[in-house]
């Protein structure tokens, strides 16, 4: 993580560029990155449910203060323009967007990031919510990542009668498939998902062999790190922030030239 001096410099541009999406589409997305010329690492932030919203544009900014190449794509792109609420509830009545949709957008995104000149040519993905779902999903199907980072996403594990055919396969049947080490933040009071859940994910990871981290917070719910909710827990959510910067520092590499 970054050490702070009184005598650094700091600047960084952020915006909304449009980038290549799934199938030949072109979105939007708000892609912040460091002043300078880098090498610096990327990472791909995919959105919760309440939408492309206002907390990730702040949280993409934040990895780009931590020296960071960070976009995040608006992955509900497909059902229009509004306030993020109205366009949330859209996608909730049309039953999500369909996977094969978010690992395209995710995957131009990815390709847009290590393009760039400032690129050290490493990339993480970052997810909360379904965009945690989503970041599993993502790192199982696709190459390319080297790290990920899964913050209390539900429906990993699904029964049977949850898939549809927007969701065809639970992602917890693509672990053996899983290209990056993978960090998992989850709340002990939380049932979306459940600590058995989560448990049975973690069994798969071990069966696999694969590379985790798994970190479960007591009195910590859905959502923690939302300061303006009910559920945000400030210890946790610090900590939990902490465990990012370290995890993404320790695969990704980072750069002081900012």
């Not at 203060?65 to 608006?74: E, R, V």
């Not at 859209?90 to 094969?100: E, L, Q, T």
């Not at 970190?215 to 210890?235: C, I, L, N, T, V």
Request: charged share 20%; with cysteine; glycine share 12%.
């Amino acid at each position: 993580m970054q050490k702070y001096r009184t005598d650094m410099y700091e600047g960084m541009i952020a915006e909304t560029v449009t980038v290549p999406g799934h199938d030949g589409s072109v979105i939007n997305a708000y892609f912040a990155r460091p002043l300078g010329s880098g090498p610096f690492p990327g990472v791909v932030l995919i959105h919760h449910a309440p939408g492309w919203d206002e907390w990730y544009r702040e949280t993409t900014r934040k990895f780009a203060h931590h020296g960071y190449l960070a976009i995040s794509p608006n992955i509900y792109q497909q059902f229009g323009h509004g306030v993020p609420e109205d366009i949330a509830a859209k996608v909730r009545a049309a039953g999500g967007v369909p996977d094969d949709d978010v690992v395209g957008d995710v995957k131009e995104s990815l390709g847009y990031l290590k393009s760039l000149p400032q690129s050290n040519g490493k990339a993480g993905i970052f997810g909360t919510c379904s965009g945690g779902r989503q970041v599993f999903l993502v790192a199982c199907r696709t190459k390319g990542f080297d790290a990920a980072v899964d913050c209390w996403g539900g429906r990993v594990v699904m029964s049977q009668q949850e898939l549809t055919p927007k969701y065809p396969v639970a992602p917890i049947d693509y672990t053996k498939d899983l290209s990056c080490p993978l960090l998992g933040l989850f709340g002990e009071e939380d049932q979306f998902p459940s600590p058995q859940q989560v448990a049975q994910h973690e069994q798969e990871l071990k069966k696999y062999g694969k590379t985790y981290e798994f970190h479960m917070y007591p009195k910590a719910g859905h959502g923690f790190f939302y300061y303006d909710r009910s559920g945000y827990r400030q210890e946790q959510a610090m900590d939990g922030w902490n465990k990012v910067w370290a995890f993404f520092e320790k695969y990704l590499g980072t750069s002081d030239k900012r």
